[in-house]
């Protein structure tokens, strides 16, 4: 593993750390549709700077690249809904580490008896992005509401009131990610990550799956994307030789 | 013809990037579209009667794609100068220029971001995260960034350059090819993506279940071919569980 650990921001659940970690989701939030669009804020990259930002980047791997094949789906046409991807990934990679967890990959050394923590940090990622969902939704009934109000504008010119509306939308975009950041951070560390010793062992058990099933739907949902017939030759291909020399030579 | 000016190439460049920002199921980008174009209507002759009209003009329904949008950002500032000089722009030209070349860029973009390079960069990413490439990932949405953010620029001296000639450049059949190649190349990284991890579940120690690990990478794989019901991401987690709960009972 090719790694550049810096010294962590971020270390335990403080009042300034979460902060910190607050910010990054209301700048990554920004960035997702409202800013710029780097795809920074996409689930991987997210998890890596969030990792990084804590002092783990391993564990934002962990928890990123599962979440981000299973996402990798989720494009902004064709389809209304959105999720909070961006501030659940922070949230589950934070409360994971700041909750005092070190998750390894899956199919890495002796990473197999976290897979369960895994895929339960996994699945709250998954249903705090359904949450973030109706934030997100309810922003932009709001930002419907105010750019309403800038018809009022069209009658009297004042261009200030359009510029004032456009930066407020900005501002509720930053606020929406910032809090709901803190706020799913806060979720995973005081209630979800201490539910887990107290699920059934059946569940348990299933949720060591979970991290393994999600790259294979991930992949799955990527060549249903661009059509089967379409795409396979090409998948094939990619696939057969990358398994051959990696199995076979590296 | 008025040149644009960098001072002006600037404001421009960085309230395009937010133009995104008040998004509303209403009219879309159409406040974002009129926050950008303030920035020109700011250094002009001011009459309030003048501000109305133009407030109007970009306040209606608006939709195109961000990454491709300053293509017509620059084609809209050229036709307002030019109607600023006393150029001949005919009545309406400037509204129905802003609807149809902002939907032909929205059609592009789809195709080219969307469906072409956003799922290539992914797939991408998640190869590095496979190789345990930490911060390549990071460096690999940092040149996407650079990248995109050189385009917008280039595209808004390009579109002010071209006003209504932006046309032709929309016909340009490299698009296409460029579109064909993004997608065949988002298809060999998902094989790439695909071949990796199941090396990896072969490589994999025996103290798991082996029947398990390969049962549920077939099955995730299949699943979405299967269902052919394109569920977002969230719910297909949920969707995992229940599988992964029934293969925890069969097997």
Same mark, same amino acid.
């Given at each position: 593993m090719a790694l550049w650990v810096p010294?962590?921001?971020?270390?335990?659940?403080?009042l300034s750390s979460l902060l910190v970690l607050g910010l990054l989701a209301g700048i990554l939030a920004l960035d997702d549709?409202?800013?710029?669009?780097?795809?920074?804020?996409q689930p991987l990259p997210a998890a890596v700077l969030t990792g990084y930002l804590c002092g783990d980047p391993l564990t934002g791997l962990a928890v990123g690249l599962p979440l981000q094949l299973v996402l990798a789906g989720n494009l902004p046409i064709g389809q209304t809904f959105t999720g909070d991807s961006t501030s659940a990934t922070i949230a589950a990679v934070a409360g994971a580490i700041l909750g005092g967890r070190h998750l390894p990959p899956v199919l890495v050394g002796n990473s197999e008896g976290t897979w369960q923590l895994l895929g339960w940090v996994i699945l709250g990622a998954g249903l705090l992005s359904l949450l973030g969902h109706l934030l997100i939704q309810g922003e932009r009934r709001a930002n419907g509401i105010w750019m309403l109000e800038g018809l009022r504008s069209l009658r009297d010119g004042r261009l200030g009131r359009i510029e004032r509306l456009h930066i407020r939308c900005l501002l509720t975009t930053f606020l929406r990610g910032f809090s709901s950041g803190i706020l799913f951070i806060l979720l995973m560390i005081r209630v979800w990550m201490p539910l887990f010793p107290h699920l059934p062992p059946t569940l348990q058990t299933a949720l060591g799956t979970l991290p393994l099933l999600l790259p294979g739907l991930g992949v799955g949902t990527m060549i249903e994307r661009y059509g089967l017939k379409s795409s396979w030759p090409w998948v094939a291909a990619g696939m057969i030789c990358t398994f051959l020399v990696a199995h076979y030579v590296v | 013809m008025k040149t644009m000016t960098r001072g002006l190439q600037w404001s421009l460049f960085l309230r395009s990037l937010t /133009?995104?920002?008040?998004?509303?199921?209403?009219? /879309?980008q159409n406040l974002g579209l009129l926050w950008t174009v303030l920035s020109w209507l700011r250094r002009t002759r001011r009459d309030v009667n003048r501000d109305r009209i133009i407030c109007r003009r970009y306040y209606g329904f608006f939709n195109t794609n961000p990454y491709l949008a300053n293509f017509l950002f620059g084609g809209l500032i050229r036709l307002e100068n030019d109607q600023e000089a006393g150029l001949e722009v005919p009545p309406g030209v400037i509204g129905t220029f802003r609807d149809s070349v902002g939907r032909a860029l929205a059609s592009l973009g789809d195709q080219l971001f969307w469906l072409g390079l956003r799922p290539t960069l992914i797939m991408a990413i998640c190869l590095f995260g496979l190789m345990g490439q930490i911060f390549t990932v990071l460096v690999v949405i940092g040149i996407f960034t650079v990248g995109q953010l050189l385009l917008r620029w280039v595209a808004l001296r390009k579109g002010y350059d071209l006003g209504m000639d932006i046309v032709d450049l929309l016909f340009d059949p490299r698009w296409h090819t460029w579109i064909g190649r993004m997608k065949r190349a988002g298809m060999v990284l998902t094989g790439m993506v695909a071949g990796l991890y199941l090396a990896q579940v072969a490589e994999f120690g025996v103290t798991s279940d082996r029947n398990l690990l390969w049962i549920g990478t077939v099955l995730g794989m299949g699943l979405p071919l299967i269902l052919r019901k394109r569920l977002p991401g969230e719910l297909l987690i949920v969707a995992a569980l229940f599988l992964a709960l029934v293969l925890t009972f069969a097997i």
């Amino acid at each position: 593993m090719a790694l550049w650990v810096p010294v962590a921001l971020v270390s335990d659940p403080t009042l300034s750390s979460l902060l910190v970690l607050g910010l990054l989701a209301g700048i990554l939030a920004l960035d997702d549709t409202a800013l710029a669009q780097t795809w920074f804020g996409q689930p991987l990259p997210a998890a890596v700077l969030t990792g990084y930002l804590c002092g783990d980047p391993l564990t934002g791997l962990a928890v990123g690249l599962p979440l981000q094949l299973v996402l990798a789906g989720n494009l902004p046409i064709g389809q209304t809904f959105t999720g909070d991807s961006t501030s659940a990934t922070i949230a589950a990679v934070a409360g994971a580490i700041l909750g005092g967890r070190h998750l390894p990959p899956v199919l890495v050394g002796n990473s197999e008896g976290t897979w369960q923590l895994l895929g339960w940090v996994i699945l709250g990622a998954g249903l705090l992005s359904l949450l973030g969902h109706l934030l997100i939704q309810g922003e932009r009934r709001a930002n419907g509401i105010w750019m309403l109000e800038g018809l009022r504008s069209l009658r009297d010119g004042r261009l200030g009131r359009i510029e004032r509306l456009h930066i407020r939308c900005l501002l509720t975009t930053f606020l929406r990610g910032f809090s709901s950041g803190i706020l799913f951070i806060l979720l995973m560390i005081r209630v979800w990550m201490p539910l887990f010793p107290h699920l059934p062992p059946t569940l348990q058990t299933a949720l060591g799956t979970l991290p393994l099933l999600l790259p294979g739907l991930g992949v799955g949902t990527m060549i249903e994307r661009y059509g089967l017939k379409s795409s396979w030759p090409w998948v094939a291909a990619g696939m057969i030789c990358t398994f051959l020399v990696a199995h076979y030579v590296v | 013809m008025k040149t644009m000016t960098r001072g002006l190439q600037w404001s421009l460049f960085l309230r395009s990037l937010t /133009m995104q920002g008040s998004w509303n199921h209403q009219r /879309m980008q159409n406040l974002g579209l009129l926050w950008t174009v303030l920035s020109w209507l700011r250094r002009t002759r001011r009459d309030v009667n003048r501000d109305r009209i133009i407030c109007r003009r970009y306040y209606g329904f608006f939709n195109t794609n961000p990454y491709l949008a300053n293509f017509l950002f620059g084609g809209l500032i050229r036709l307002e100068n030019d109607q600023e000089a006393g150029l001949e722009v005919p009545p309406g030209v400037i509204g129905t220029f802003r609807d149809s070349v902002g939907r032909a860029l929205a059609s592009l973009g789809d195709q080219l971001f969307w469906l072409g390079l956003r799922p290539t960069l992914i797939m991408a990413i998640c190869l590095f995260g496979l190789m345990g490439q930490i911060f390549t990932v990071l460096v690999v949405i940092g040149i996407f960034t650079v990248g995109q953010l050189l385009l917008r620029w280039v595209a808004l001296r390009k579109g002010y350059d071209l006003g209504m000639d932006i046309v032709d450049l929309l016909f340009d059949p490299r698009w296409h090819t460029w579109i064909g190649r993004m997608k065949r190349a988002g298809m060999v990284l998902t094989g790439m993506v695909a071949g990796l991890y199941l090396a990896q579940v072969a490589e994999f120690g025996v103290t798991s279940d082996r029947n398990l690990l390969w049962i549920g990478t077939v099955l995730g794989m299949g699943l979405p071919l299967i269902l052919r019901k394109r569920l977002p991401g969230e719910l297909l987690i949920v969707a995992a569980l229940f599988l992964a709960l029934v293969l925890t009972f069969a097997i």
